[in-house]
């Protein structure tokens, strides 16, 4: 009988140990990502492009322009879409507050899936305004949902990522428990879970086994932000013979005076588009002739910030 109880105990932990398996999904990262960079802090415009997400003859990007005058900032994004030669603007919300990713295309190129990411510092809770849309390439229409009202939750802290469309034209969402040191509330979900949501927003269902999810959609090289022109520069852009990589902290991609001990920050970590597909994480190098623009001025010890205008003679290398 003991015998019997432990092989039943032992088959109910693995039976549960199995659905929680089930449960955990690798999460896949958004096509591109992008929003308004911070305003500068002289009066003049900064502006950014996003690298371009192409599928069945229609390619979108997010732009976005941050512009101080004496009035203050202002700040605005859009999804930029061209079609047969057609251009369509389609603007994006709270600008100011916002990042948005463009997730996935619909299977017919009518729609694509957005996410919004914020902090709704007015009650702690940092990952509150994670919101999910999806919005249409003809018209523009778009229609935001906070992920905590789409799955009812209440004071509670937790991470949202959408992970595209289904086959069947549904949402696919990853929820998992809160990524923020030390977080006011408790966790929404107990584990990573995944989610099925109606394209219509009025069902969810939790999803024990994997989705398919089939990403539509190539990313193309169009990055861009304001760099010789940006109103913060400091002095006359110049050419350095250097070696970028990518480095924990902040800014991650840095580029190696070579032949000294000096480092160059690149601001916002915006790459030319041409490097930034190219470089593929910690491993990969680049080096070349950089002309970068300071936004800082050069001081004994301490690491200068730069934009990229751009690069030649390149050639890529595993880092040491």
Known sequence: MRISCVLLIGLAFIFSSCVQAQSVQQTKPPLVEGGALDCPDHLGLRQFHSDTVSYRGISIAIWADSHRDAQGCQQTAKLHVVQEGSIKDYNLPDAGNLQFSIVDFSADAKNTLLESDGSDSSDGREFRDTSVAIASLSDGSMQWRNAWDLFGWGNCDGSVEVQGFTQAGNIAISAGISTQYGHEHPNCV????????GADFSTRRLVLHKLNVKTHGAVGGASWRTCENDPDIVAACFIVHGRLSFWNGTPSARIW????????????????STLGLSLNGFDDAVFGDFYVCPFRRQRPSAMQF???????????????
């Open 190 to 197: 107990p584990r990573s879970e995944l989610f099925e949501v």
């Open 306 to 320: 730069v934009c990229v205008e751009s690069v030649k003679h390149v050639t890529h290398r595993k880092s040491d």
């Open 257 to 272: 005076r070579i032949g000294t001990k000096r480092m160059l920050g690149v601001y916002d970590d915006i790459l030319p």
